[in-house]
């Protein structure tokens, strides 16, 4: 089992999977003002979100510039469209699109003459059990550890991601899973935040989303930029073409929460 653990980046990201903010780390070069598309499709009703911007030098703080007037349309492998609408600067939301498990997705960006364009399948639903906090074996005793448990379908293949909630707060760690040596097993992970203390009285949220493998991919080429601080960043691999910053993914989202004892 693969375990991802990105941070200390160069870019941040900004995605919105539901109402609270997620800030995700990703390094890169020291490219200024590309185009950065983050696009997620879930399984859910909520109101699915498409968000660009230019990417920035890291001295520059969070401002990255959001990029107003693209015309955003999903289509569905049955070539029904969704249109995304500019809600606020450089973000771009669809009502009445609710994701299908096992429907694959096409976005399409343009942007004056520039037009991008992404696929990705949304996996079948494995839902997240249950979660739990466990003292460390060694160290600090008023710490915690995150677990997760899950059951692993015998007859797909699949990816996870994890998203770690702290007091509604997201971690900049990133958790990343594949199936490959624990295909059809009852999963129980551990989640090690890296620079946050957990104690009691804390509120643990973790989602739980299945992706498809070019997403993953992408999630995995950060680990392995993470496990080699030596090597020169590179631009993590994208499903978007022609190449920019950033992603498409069609996932389905599970979630449980739970307050530390």
């Known amino acids: 089992m ?9 870019l941040i990201l900004t995605t919105f999977i539901s109402s ?3 800030v995700i780390d990703i390094q ?3 490219e200024v003002g590309r185009l950065v598309i983050e696009g997620v499709i879930n399984n859910t009703t909520t109101e699915q979100e498409i968000k660009l911007s230019r990417n920035a ?9 959001a990029v107003n007037g693209a ?3 999903v289509r569905d492998q049955n070539q029904n469209e969704y249109t995304f609408v500019e809600t606020e600067a450089g973000t771009y939301k669809a009502q009445k699109l609710t994701g299908i498990p096992g429907e694959t997705y096409t976005m ?5 003459q520039d037009k991008y364009q992404a696929t990705s399948q949304m996996p079948q639903i494995v839902s997240l059990d249950s979660i739990a906090v466990e003292k460390p074996k060694f160290g600090d005793k008023e710490k915690r550890n995150i677990k997760v448990f899950y059951k692993d379908p015998a007859d797909q293949i699949n990816q996870y991601r994890f998203i770690v909630f702290l007091n509604d707060k997201q971690l900049k760690d990133i958790y990343a899973v594949n199936d490959d040596f624990n295909n059809g097993n009852d999963i129980n992970l551990t989640l090690r935040p890296d620079d946050v203390d957990i104690f009691p009285g804390d509120r643990i949220r973790v989602e739980m989303l299945c992706v498809d493998k070019t997403v993953y991919n992408y999630w995995y080429s950060l680990m392995q930029q993470s496990a080699n601080s030596g090597v020169t960043p590179s631009n993590p691999p994208t499903n978007i073409s022609p190449v ?16 530390v004892d």
């Open 2 to 10: 693969k375990h991802i653990i990105v941070i200390s980046s160069i």
């Open 20 to 22: 609270c903010e997620k």
């Open 28 to 30: 890169v070069n020291d």
């Open 57 to 65: 030098a890291f001295s520059g703080g969070n401002n990255y510039p």
């Open 71 to 73: 015309t955003i349309v």
């Open 108 to 112: 399409e960006v343009r942007i004056d």
């Open 244 to 259: 920019t910053l950033g992603y498409f993914s069609a996932h389905t989202f599970s979630t449980k929460s739970i307050q």
